[in-house]
């Protein structure tokens, strides 16, 4: 089969459309978290998947270390609390429960190693919607489950982005 170079022309103008819109909007992949700090260290009482995610998330998405002492950290994250919970959302005629929201809430602070905040008692909230049946209760608990995890890693990148914008912030002095 042969093509013509006119016709070569037009199929990458038109496959190379979407790309260009996309560059053309401002769009870009989330890169990494830009944070100011050598070394972060994780206290307070997040559950292990938790702190597991976020230390994943400083590896990965960021240029620090995990420090496992507060002393040898430029930042300590505290996590305050870390709250799953599930409720019922709806249910289908015969009165059972066929939708439930997930939910996960992280209370956490950061300061420097000197003691100065950097953000006070915060609290970051999740939901999500999931569809139940009774014939299928193992694959609905495997799904729970990675909605959960995916929401952990999800929370876990927002921290660190909440960190970055408020270590850049500009600090006001009180007199």
Known sequence: MVTSPLRRVLLGLIASAPVSGLVACGYRLRGM???????IAITGNPSPPLR?????????GTDAKVAISPKDADLILEITND????????YNSAGQVSAYRLNIRVGFRAFDNSGAEI????EIYMTRDMDFSN???LATDAQQQQFLSLMRKDLAVQILRRVSAAARAPRTKSF
Do not use: H
């Open 83 to 90: 709250i799953n919970g599930r409720e019922i959302l709806a």
């Open 135 to 137: 014939t299928t209760v």
């Open 52 to 60: 597991a995610d976020i230390q994943t998330s400083i590896l990965q």
């Open 33 to 39: 978290v830009d944070l100011p700090f050598k070394a």
């Open 119 to 122: 953000i006070p008692d915060s």
